[in-house]
């Protein structure tokens, strides 16, 4: 029997909930069984420049991170 699995990532996590929640609507009104959402790990990218833009000066820095939040879907 064949499967369906979905997988969402996303950096905005409002959006990514906003989207399990309207495939979570359309699977029970159409009477299909879902598993999940499942939160799996967010992934976190993080670079750390310096902020003089020609390197002399104090050695101050800006750390900046991106988030990646991903759901899976599974549809029997």
């Avoid at 929640?21 to 750390?48: C, F, Q, W």
Wanted: charged share 30%; hydrophobic share 35%; glycine share 6%.
């Amino acid at each position: 029997m064949a499967k369906v699995r979905i997988k969402l990532n996303s950096t905005d996590i409002g959006m990514l909930n906003e989207i399990c929640n309207s495939i979570k609507e359309l699977s029970k009104n159409s009477g299909i069984v879902i598993s999940g959402p499942v939160p799996l790990p967010t992934k976190k990218l993080k670079v750390t420049t310096r902020k003089s833009p020609c390197g002399d000066g104090t050695a101050t820095f800006d750390r900046f991170e991106m988030r990646i939040h991903k759901r899976l879907i599974d549809l029997p």
